[in-house]
């Protein structure tokens, strides 16, 4: 049998299928589609008793030829519930979004697109999923608007928000919604290993963006700098039709919310879920934190709950 090298699987794959990260089953509908994502990185060709195939030694498993051609011409044409990322140059992006920045106060509305990304939900709807949730807020907001004229602050919240939403969309997230200067997104549980990493590293790139650029901004034009607080979190919420609008509901999207608290400024935090399934990249550098069991309970978290922050984060994505 003849190896299927990752080329020939790019000619037989739909052409914003990933080949990256962990193999994960797809699912039939009743209408015959099928949904999900085949993959095959860290694979190499191997013959095992006598049977030719791809092994994975970090993962110790063997998937024969005929098994990893079948499942890459099953998902041919198949719908894609998680997008591929679409910043290829983080930095050209920065540069781009930052060149837009004096839209905002030139009342360009075309720069605005804050709207929620409830279409996506509505496969879901009456039904328990799990999703990688992202929240973020901006520091010391309420100082900040009693500094600023009234008009001006809703222009801060509008720049601070929009321009994160821009980069969340671009990592192949969504936006569930925003409250005040708060905003929150979700990535969907197909390919859940990059999904995990995705949301983490588009919460570095807001990182970035806030403090190289979007501060530079700021004092370029005499007005005061930003902060934020990060958190992430996975986990299970029920979709629900509340007043034909799809809302999620469940324990780990407030925890997400919360996990906040425990964050200094400009820090990313993390929830246990999360932890467990990231990339070993990213386990490097994240550093658990010694919670007071109280102070769990007292933010109605789990008691069990672990939190962790990211640091030694470089960043620089020159």
Not at 81 to 108: G, V
Not at 138 to 144: I, Y
Request: a negative charge; one cysteine or more.
């Amino acid at each position: 049998m003849v190896y299927i090298d990752k080329e020939k699987l790019k000619e037989i794959y739909p052409p914003n299928f990933r080949l990256d990260g962990d193999i994960q089953k797809g699912y039939i509908n009743e209408d015959g589609t099928i949904e999900g994502v085949f993959t095959l990185d860290g694979f190499e060709p191997c013959t095992l008793d006598g049977v030719e195939g791809l092994w994975n030694e970090e993962k110790r498993l063997f998937i024969p030829n005929e098994v990893a051609e079948q499942g890459a011409k099953s998902l041919v044409g198949a719908p894609i519930l998680a997008p591929t990322p679409k910043i290829e140059n983080i930095r050209e992006f920065f540069e781009k979004r930052y060149s837009m920045l004096d839209c905002y106060f030139e009342n360009d509305e075309s720069v605005y697109n804050l709207s929620t990304d409830e279409d996506v939900l509505k496969k879901y709807e009456d039904s328990k999923t799990s999703f990688v949730f992202l929240s973020i807020d901006m520091v010391k907001s309420t100082e900040l608007s009693l500094k600023l004229p009234l008009e001006l602050n809703s222009i801060f919240d509008n720049l601070f928000l929009n321009e994160i939403a821009s980069i969340i969309r671009g990592m192949g997230g969504y936006v569930y919604k925003s409250v005040g200067d708060e905003l929150i997104a979700f990535f969907e549980p197909v390919n859940l290993l990059n999904k995990v990493d995705d949301s983490i590293l588009c919460s570095d790139y807001i990182r970035v963006f806030i403090l190289d650029y979007l501060n530079k901004f700021l004092e370029k034009n005499n007005l005061p700098q930003v902060g934020f607080r990060t958190s992430i979190n996975y986990g299970e919420v029920y979709v629900k039709n509340v007043g034909d609008k799809l809302e999620l509901n469940g324990y780990n999207l407030s925890a997400t919310i919360k996990l906040q608290n425990f964050a200094k400024d400009n820090e990313i935090i993390l929830g246990s879920n999360v932890v467990n399934i990231a990339n070993k990249k990213w386990k490097s550098r994240m550093k658990k934190l010694k919670v007071n069991p109280r102070k769990l309970k007292k933010e109605g978290l789990h008691e069990g709950m672990k939190v962790y922050r990211l640091h030694n984060l470089e960043g620089r994505y020159d």
